[in-house]
């Protein structure tokens, strides 16, 4: 049965993610938006809808380990292994205001954490803890973000009617986007239930389970959509699907999670906070510095995959406590 379980979940993700997709591009052209400004927003949050599920039921049931490794984890997901794998099937064009603004935002988001989560180190007190003064600083940022994209939105609007491709009806686009989001969200359920009890059952740390199984099965709806669009040779939605979907990961979904429930960060949270932090960073390094401008080639996003291998090697070997 769990078996079945993973399987069913794996098809609606792939199934999910087409429709999502494609009813993103039609609204798009219909509103005349671009792919970018949609990938930040309503691909970023339907694909991050899981993340934030799981965050909230985490944080309000006191299982704040797998809130904060979720978030921290998917993060990382997004960045190595489904930007690596999107740019090794096409290479990715990045927009200019990606590199210098959307990128940075996303490391601001992880250094931001970084302080919010460090009061042992920079106050001297007895732990560390994301309060819920600390979520409603985070949920002020993504607030500052949405105008910021509302503001992008405004800038780019053109006729993109007679683009080439498939144009979907807006009613039929917005169907899709609702159906393409609950295939998303329920595959990935069934995919994280099954790993979790899988995982329980091997005796993996709390935190542990949130930075893999839990991260990697919420992350599966940015994967599969990536993946699609980056086939598809849309890289702005690639693109801002993970971008859109690491500044969620942080300041909505750990700003709500610690609003419902203050999450304290364990003595492993630093590790994984800088793992993020120089992810964040090299991405914008290779965006910026590549052999290419403002692109991601195959090589890069190699090394990307590969430096995710090693994350995972290290934190499978870290024994943390249950």
């Known amino acids: 049965m769990t078996i079945g379980f993973l399987i069913a979940g794996f098809v609606l993700l792939i199934l999910g993610a087409n429709f999502l997709v494609d009813g993103a591009s039609s ?30 039921v985490a944080a309000g049931q006191g299982t704040t380990d797998i809130a904060v490794g979720n978030a921290l984890g998917s993060n990382l997901f997004n960045i190595l292994l489904i930007l690596g794998l999107s740019g090794v099937i096409r290479p990715l064009s990045i927009q200019q205001s990606t590199v210098w603004k959307e990128i940075p935002l996303g490391l601001l988001a992880a250094v931001l954490i970084a302080i919010l989560g460090n009061d042992m180190l920079i106050d001297g007190a007895d732990r560390s803890v994301l309060s819920r003064g600390d979520g409603l600083v985070l949920l002020s940022f993504f607030v500052i973000f949405l105008y910021y994209v509302v503001g992008m939105a405004g800038k780019t609007r053109q006729d993109r009617s007679g683009e080439a491709g498939r144009l979907l009806s807006m009613p039929m686009a917005l169907g899709l986007l609702v159906l393409g989001a609950g295939g998303l969200a329920l595959g990935a ?66 700003g709500v999670a610690a609003t419902v429930h203050p999450l304290p960060m364990g003595a492993y949270a630093n590790f994984d906070v800088g793992a993020v932090v120089l992810a964040s960073l090299l991405l914008f390094v290779f965006a910026k510095l590549g052999f290419r401008y403002h692109q991601l080639e195959r090589w890069e996003c190699a090394i990307l995959l590969g430096l995710y291998g090693v994350y995972l090697w290290l934190i499978l070997g870290q024994n943390r406590p249950l």
């Open 27 to 56: 609204v798009a052209r219909r509103l005349g938006v671009s792919d970018l400004v949609i990938g930040l927003t309503i691909v970023a949050f339907g694909t991050s809808a899981p993340e934030l599920l799981v965050g909230v």
């Open 189 to 254: 359920k069934w995919v994280v239930d099954s790993a979790v009890q899988l995982a329980t059952q091997w005796g993996m740390a709390q935190s542990v389970i949130g930075l893999t199984i839990v991260a990697t099965g919420t992350s599966l709806p940015e994967l599969a959509t990536s993946a699609v669009a980056s086939f598809k040779k849309k890289a702005d939605v690639a693109v801002g699907n993970i971008v859109g979907s690491n500044i969620f990961n942080i300041f909505l979904i750990l």
